[in-house]
């Protein structure tokens, strides 16, 4: 089943019990922002998941499978 990107984001990052600062550490992004990419209300660049993906040690498209595609 496919989670939306903050749900999948979210689900893998307690799978590893990762908090969202270390998470913020191994990324170098800010816990804030990244409890606004979990919440849903930020879309992180295609380079942001490239690093949340190495983070996490998940291919990118785990994450990027949850992100609508608006056209």
Not at 4 to 14: D, G, I, K, N, S
């Amino acid at each position: 089943m496919k989670h939306e990107f903050h749900t999948q984001l979210r689900l893998l990052r307690e799978e590893r019990n990762m908090s969202l600062e270390d998470l913020s550490l191994k990324t170098r992004i800010g816990a804030g922002k990244l409890e606004q990419y979990e919440a849903g209300t930020e879309v992180p660049s295609v380079q942001t998941i490239l690093k949340l993906s190495n983070a996490l040690e998940v291919p990118a498209s785990n994450l990027l499978d949850g992100l609508q595609v608006s056209s």
